[in-house]
């Protein structure tokens, strides 16, 4: 789950004292348009990412070196605002023990190409056969 902006949240409240201070803008304006701001805030960091499913994969140093586990419940998100990485964990990790995250929906064959290793037990293995259904009608005589 994305945390709010602090940053921005301090900023749009920030230019509402001093816009209202300074009488550029009456009160309640200022507070629409914060209102305005914050519900933005709230759908850009919680709900079109869910809705969307929006994920994007990138490499990052530093996070690039936490090991991949398909069955890994813990994530890692980009806050965009604190320009900041975060690894959240799906359960309590004891000291000393590693820390692992899925590198995504993959097969052995697409984790070997791009990260050059497998995975044993990969419930996420896929095997291909060309022509299976031709070889399997000629085995019993019907091709």
Excluded: C
């Excluded at 900041?84 to 590198?103: C, D, L, N, P, R």
Aim: proline fraction near 2%; hydrophobic fraction near 45%; charged fraction near 15%.
């Amino acid at each position: 789950v994305s945390k709010l902006p602090k940053e921005q949240l301090f900023l749009t409240g920030l230019l509402v004292a001093i816009s209202t201070q300074l009488n550029l803008v009456d009160g309640g304006k200022a507070a629409l348009g914060a209102g305005a701001v914050v519900l933005f805030l709230v759908a850009q960091s919680f709900l079109l990412p869910t809705i969307l499913g929006l994920t994007h994969y990138v490499i990052a140093p530093v996070i690039d070196m936490i090991n991949h586990e398909g069955t890994a419940g813990n994530a890692v998100s980009f806050q965009a605002f604190q320009s900041t990485f975060e690894v959240q964990a799906s359960s309590s990790i004891k000291a000393g023990e590693q820390v692992m995250i899925s590198y995504g929906t993959r097969s052995n064959d697409q984790l070997l190409q791009y990260y050059g290793f497998v995975e044993k037990n990969n419930k996420d293995d896929l095997y291909e056969v060309e022509g299976l259904w031709d070889k399997l009608r000629a085995a019993v005589g019907q091709g």
